[in-house]
T-cell receptor, first 117, second 110 residues
Framework: GAVVSQHPSRVICKSGTSVKIECRSL??????MFWYRQFPKKSLMLMAT?????????EQGVEKDKFLINHASLTLSTLTVTSAHPEDSSFYIC?????????????FGPGTRLTVL | GQNIDQPTEMTATEGAIVQINCTYQ??????LFWYQQHAGEAPTFLSY??LDGLEEKGRFSSFLSRSKGYSYLLLKELQMKDSASYLC???????????WGAGTKLIIKP
């Protein structure tokens, strides 16, 4: 099956610093990648949809200037949490959509656990 | 509307069968996914239904009724490792806007 990786898997940072999370599709090209956030015991919340070569589409309530998304290639999207604060601590998950198979399948990265001190 | 209804929690016995229901109210329906998510991990894809009927994949089956806005995930021969949250995920319209249910936490008991 298609593999999506995320790096880092876990990051601890100080308040006020920026953190970059990478999402890569390893064996397929993903024209669309999605970024989610998950709070403990809560459902996944879509943050933004990232299309290669164009600006990301952010969901209502998600700050574009705080969560910078770059989808520079068909295999890489990055999420940068700028000026992180403790309330940004969360589990961030990316997924990539492939045109193979069902045509709408998403494959998820393993997630990145961000802790802001 | 985009309301998704799943039971919050279900309990079943190892070796038994369990059915997790999901109802949704979406316009421009374009398919429905089921995902499994173990605590602390990212979701993993289980099934995708776009046509009415039952899709079987080993111990897991998924059913869809588009006219009723209803789907279920059927898990057979339950194993302890099936203890997880199961997320119902309908996709609406060509923009593939993504809507997630809160998931059903399934607890398997010996």
């Amino acid at each position: 099956g298609a593999v999506v990786s995320q790096h880092p898997s876990r990051v601890i940072c100080k308040s006020g610093t920026s953190v970059k999370i990478e999402c890569r599709s390893l064996d397929f090209q993903a024209t669309t990648m999605f970024w989610y956030r998950q709070f403990p015991k809560k459902s996944l919340m879509l943050m933004a949809t990232s299309n290669e070569g164009s600006k990301a589409t952010y969901e209502q309530g998600v700050e574009k200037d705080k969560f910078l998304i770059n989808h520079a290639s068909l295999t890489l999207s990055t999420l940068t949490v700028t000026s992180a604060h403790p309330e940004d601590s969360s589990f961030y998950i990316c997924s990539a959509r492939t045109d193979r198979g069902a045509g709408n399948e998403q494959f998820f990265g393993p997630g990145t656990r961000l802790t802001v001190l | 509307g985009q309301n998704i209804d799943q039971p919050t929690e279900m309990t079943a016995t190892e070796g038994a069968i369990v059915q997790i229901n999901c109802t949704y109210q979406t316009s421009g329906f374009n398919g429905l996914f089921w995902y499994q998510q173990h605590a602390g991990e990212a979701p993993t894809f289980l099934s995708y239904n776009v046509l009415d009927g039952l899709e079987e994949k080993g111990r897991f089956s998924s059913f869809l009724s588009r006219s009723k806005g209803y789907s279920y995930l059927l898990l057979k021969e339950l194993q302890m490792k099936d203890s997880a949250s199961y997320l119902c995920h309908p996709i609406m319209d060509s923009n593939y806007q993504l809507i997630w249910g809160a998931g059903t936490k399934l607890i398997i008991k010996p």
